[in-house]
């Protein structure tokens, strides 16, 4: 079944990094970009970026700019999204989604990110 | 930064009723435009794209309309799975905008 899954929840306090991955199944990996996005507890979606898993080219949103990063592992069909300095209100459930254009036509169950002392 | 602005916030609909929900963007888009909902504790699912083109295995009592400024999502009839919050989105600049959001909730 083509879906992508993704990592478990992880609770990280102020200034420490996360990292998340999301691992594609049934699909050329390749062939389509992996966006992020994020939804605050009781809030909207907010896009962070998107890498091209083929070119490894990325382009983040800018107030994430400097904080975050995306990577990929084609050999396991794999992008991962590492954010530094975590701060309470990056508090979120982050979500993968495979990219057309410039939408997510499939997306991840979601991971929970927990920031707190 | 395009900005997306949804009405209404929330809308309450009785089942087998329509559902108008509009969305408007400060900047044309063209039909850069895609349509989600989702369902409470779920990920996002793709309804629309290219403004009115309905993603795979999307019912066709949803339909998506409108270019430029102007989009609506109308659901014709709804049922219990649709009361959900629907959002829009803009692909035609970068970074890519989503509104706020409306829910559609039972009546």
């Known amino acids: 079944q083509v879906q992508l899954v993704q990592s478990g929840a992880e609770v990280k306090k102020p200034g420490a990094s996360v990292r998340i991955s999301c691992e594609a199944f049934?699909?050329?990996?390749?062939?389509?970009?992996i966006h992020w996005v994020r939804q605050a507890p009781g809030q909207g979606l907010e896009w962070v970026g998107w890498i091209n898993p083929d070119t490894g080219d990325t382009q983040y949103v800018q107030k994430f700019q400097g904080r975050v990063t995306m990577t990929t592992a084609k050999s396991i069909n794999t992008a991962y999204m590492e954010l530094r300095n975590l701060k309470s209100d990056d508090s979120a459930t982050y979500y993968c989604g495979r990219g057309v254009q410039g939408f997510g036509d499939l997306w991840g169950q979601g991971t929970l990110v927990t920031v707190s002392s | 930064e395009i900005v997306m602005t949804q009405s209404p916030a929330t809308l309450s609909v009785s089942p087998g009723e329509r559902a108008t929900l509009s969305c408007r963007a400060s900047q044309s888009l063209g039909s850069n435009l895609a349509w989600y909902q989702q369902r409470p504790g779920q990920a996002p699912r793709l309804l629309i794209y290219g403004a009115s083109t309905r993603a795979k295995r999307v019912p066709d009592r949803f339909t998506g309309s409108g270019s430029g400024t102007e989009f609506t999502l109308t659901i014709s009839s709804l049922l219990s799975e649709d009361f959900a919050v629907y959002y829009c989105q803009q692909y035609n600049d970068w970074p890519h905008t989503l509104g706020q959001g409306t829910k559609v909730d039972l009546k």
């Open positions: 049934v699909y050329t990996f390749p062939a389509y970009y």
